[in-house]
């Protein structure tokens, strides 16, 4: 399941359902709006299988590692973030959910990086060509 945060535009959303990308929003789908994001931890424990995407830089730690779910830190701008997250879930070492579980996530331009239980160095990768 994929799930946006709130702090994404709605635009990016639409353009995941074009994509054919079923992605469910906080606040709407998800969650209370506005809910923190202490709160939220506990939200994303209770599902199953999810993979969250944040802007939020708070969510990139290693301590946040869980087997239930992936997050992702976009380190990116609003406007192109939708092509990064389609990148992401097509990416070879992320393209499946039992690849993404358990892993915190840093996306950009230029790769990413991701923390994994029982690895507390992280690891870094660039886009395929």
Excluded at 40 to 63: A, E, G, M, N, W
Aim: charged share 25%; aromatic share 10%.
């Amino acid at each position: 399941m994929v799930i946006i945060d709130e702090n994404l535009p709605a635009s990016l959303v639409s353009q995941l359902h074009k994509w054919g990308i079923r992605a469910r929003v906080v606040g709407v789908d998800v969650g209370d709006a506005g809910i923190k994001d202490e709160n939220l931890i506990p939200v994303l424990h209770s599902l199953k299988r999810v993979t969250f995407f944040t802007l939020d830089k708070d969510f990139y730690k290693y301590q946040l590692c869980h087997r239930s779910y992936c997050l992702v830190q976009l380190e990116l701008p609003p406007k192109i973030a939708a092509d990064y997250i389609r990148q992401f879930l097509k990416h070879p070492t992320f393209d499946t959910e039992n690849e993404r579980l358990g892993k915190v996530v840093r996306l950009h331009r230029s790769g990413l990086e991701y923390f994994e239980i029982g690895k507390r160095t992280a690891s870094s990768l660039q886009w395929p060509e």
